[in-house]
């Protein structure tokens, strides 16, 4: 019977990462970098299911603002697609494997599921609390990424803060 035979997903996961992290000598600690890596892969669910979100919501908005609403919300998935990777590959730089199942994004995100049968107010409002949910996670991640000299990370994680504060800006002008 081989090894790995008797290994569970859990433990090969396990035994990869530790694999990973014995060639990782970029200036940062190995407890710092799975501090920042742990962070990022909260981060890394929590825009997935955002994006499946915003989705959601582009194409079931309906209203007198569907036109205008329809196109932002398209931008916004689009662009969270983009970051999903971004953040992904920062977690594989620190030395980590990065989540990427339903079921690890489910145990990771803090963003709740959309409703498909809210009027456009309120699906407005989900992604306003949403977005609001990143950044403040975002804003723990940087916080720890910068004490610990990982430039790397509080750039990223700071473009991201700057992205989703936008996006609120832009959600709460529908709600005026």
């Known amino acids: 019977m ?35 890596a742990t962070g990022l892969s909260h981060l890394l669910a929590d825009t997935y299911a955002l994006m499946i979100k915003t989705h959601n919501y582009h194409w079931n908005v309906t209203g007198p603002m569907f036109k205008q609403i329809h196109e932002l919300t398209e931008e916004q998935y689009n ?29 990771l995100t803090q963003i709740r599921s959309g409703n498909s049968e809210w009027g456009a107010a309120e699906m407005i ?20 990424a910068s004490y610990m000299d990982d430039e790397a990370t509080a750039d990223l994680l700071t473009n991201r803060l700057g992205v989703h504060e936008k996006y609120i800006w832009m959600l709460r002008s529908f709600l005026k």
């Open 125 to 144: 409002q989900d992604l306003v609390n949403s977005h609001e949910t990143l950044v403040r996670t975002a804003r723990g991640i940087t916080e720890a």
């Open 2 to 36: 081989n090894y790995t035979e008797n290994m569970t997903s859990k433990d090969m996961v396990k035994e990869k990462n530790a694999d990973l992290q014995k060639d990782v000598n970029i200036g940062l600690k190995k407890p710092d970098r799975k501090r920042v």
């Open 79 to 107: 662009e969270m697609f983009e970051a999903i990777d971004e953040i992904a590959e920062r977690i594989r730089a620190l030395g980590f494997i990065a989540p990427g199942s339903l079921g690890a994004f489910s145990e």
